[in-house]
């Protein structure tokens, strides 16, 4: 990679590295770097001033020292853009963490790919994914955006295995997992656990853990999406992208506007914040080559849903997967929230008015079940009309329906998992609703796949 002396340090701090330029050579989100006793120190521009610029270091800054030369590196912040991507883990800028090491085909600047309203393609269709309860309640759309929140331990990590399997199994596409400031025992072990279910040679992964700079923390969105539109504008594939956590994103950037000094809005969020986020998920949609889909977990900063970020954020997405504590509790997986669970999707015009009035039927009667629960928990199941048992034995089976064995939890459950057409859960639906199963003991409805066989 060629390099030319472009200026030399003149202060050093921990989030920022300010440097005297010789010429006027350098701009915003160059890479500059010098070598200094056999350690290679790099860092990003992100603001220049006359003849100063200041820099955010790649890495920690032990051991640099002022009046060191810098260099350019001519061709930027770069990522694989090769098929070499899939089966690899990769850190936020293009160096292998796991998996063989290859000579690397061809590169792409993490930023050079923005979409022109030609290329967009609105003529998405709809990605069934096999699993009854997303299918039914929150479809996905080629090219959608989805927020997914839970917390720990709710079968988060499961949903998104399920979802590489099937989403490959039936187009044959890849995915990419983007880890952004989340805790690094836990990116080990969804490496561990993607290997163990022969999901890793199917996509690709990016981490900018928690431990790390901020400047790795808000690079690791850019490189993932990179190799995403890899897969999207080389290979033609409709893509998964998950990223872990978006909110980390937002953090990482507040930190080093921190750093620059400059004024923020409320919270301490950046003023740049909408634009940086919109910059992120203006890269993430459809063309006529391919799609990318993704899926944001979100962190929700003391339960606040109204905090500026989480709304930012919330702004670009087409709808919502709420995994709940309650739910799991019960026993019932995917422990969806079916209430808290949206898609734009979910509208006559896209999924038809059957699954439309299906859905808003399911939700009455589940509402209508919250509270007959505890008028029973008081009065006992006696004191209901006609009309209120049958309501709260059928949404009990449908309740019991939306379970489903998962393929990457066979070894574990020993049921076999199973992928349902969203014309069977139609079907199901509908015959649970009008009565076809009232003699069935709402048992024999858990984990299964369809019922009509």
């Not at 490189?223 to 953090?251: C, M, P």
């Not at 019932?332 to 038809?352: C, Q, R």
Request: aromatic share 8%; with cysteine; glycine share 8%.
């Amino acid at each position: 990679m060629m390099k030319k002396s472009v200026g030399r340090i003149i202060g050093i701090s921990e989030l920022n590295v300010k440097i005297l330029l010789y010429n006027q050579d350098v701009k915003i989100r160059d890479v500059l770097s010098c070598e200094f006793e056999d350690h290679l120190y790099q860092f990003e521009v992100v603001e220049v001033h006359s003849n100063i610029a200041q820099a955010i270091p790649f890495k920690r800054v032990t051991g640099l020292k002022k009046g060191i030369d810098v260099n350019l590196e001519q061709s930027g912040l770069q990522m694989e853009y090769s098929k070499q991507i899939l089966g690899k883990v990769y850190d936020p800028y293009g160096n292998l963490i796991e998996g063989k090491k290859e000579k690397s085909k061809k590169t792409r600047n993490v930023y050079d790919r923005k979409l022109s309203l030609e290329e967009i393609s609105i003529k998405n269709e709809p990605l069934w994914t096999g699993i009854k309860a997303l299918d039914f309640f929150a479809p996905l759309q080629k090219g959608y955006k989805m927020g997914l929140l839970g917390g720990a331990g709710v079968g988060k990590t499961v949903l998104i295995k399920e979802i590489i399997n099937n989403v490959y199994k039936k187009f044959k596409s890849n995915a990419i997992f983007v880890g952004v400031g989340e805790r690094s025992r836990e990116g080990k072990e969804l490496i561990d656990e993607m290997k163990e279910d022969d999901l890793l040679e199917k996509m690709s992964m990016v981490f900018g853990q928690m431990g790390e700079s901020p400047c790795e923390r808000s690079k690791a969105i850019y490189s993932g999406l990179t190799l995403a539109e890899y897969l999207r504008d080389e290979e033609k594939q409709d893509v998964l992208v998950f990223i872990d956590n978006i909110y980390r994103f937002v953090q990482a950037k507040s930190e080093i506007s921190t750093e620059l000094k400059r004024i923020p809005i409320e919270n301490g969020y950046p003023t740049t914040m909408a634009s940086d986020i919109s910059e992120i998920e203006e890269r993430i949609n459809s063309t006529d080559k391919g799609s990318i889909t993704s899926f944001q977990a979100i962190y929700i900063p003391a339960d606040d849903i109204t905090d500026e970020a989480v709304q930012s954020i919330s702004t670009h997405l087409d709808g919502q997967i709420v995994l709940d504590r309650k739910v799991a509790e019960k026993g019932l997986y995917p422990a969806i929230n079916v209430f808290k669970s949206t898609s734009k999707a979910i509208d006559p015009e896209k999924v038809g008015d059957l699954h439309y009035n299906l859905v808003q039927e399911t939700l009455r009667y589940l509402a209508r079940y919250e509270e007959l629960e505890e008028i029973i928990a008081v009065l006992g199941i006696d004191e209901l009309s006609e009309e209120d048992k049958m309501i709260f034995y059928r949404s009990r089976k449908l309740r019991n329906y939306f379970t489903q064995p998962m393929f990457v939890s066979e070894n574990f459950t020993g049921i076999k998992g199973e992928m349902v057409d969203i014309k069977d859960t139609l079907q199901d639906v509908s015959d649970i609703l009008n009565g076809k199963y009232d003699e069935v003991d709402e048992g024999k409805l858990l984990y299964r796949g369809k019922l009509n066989v």
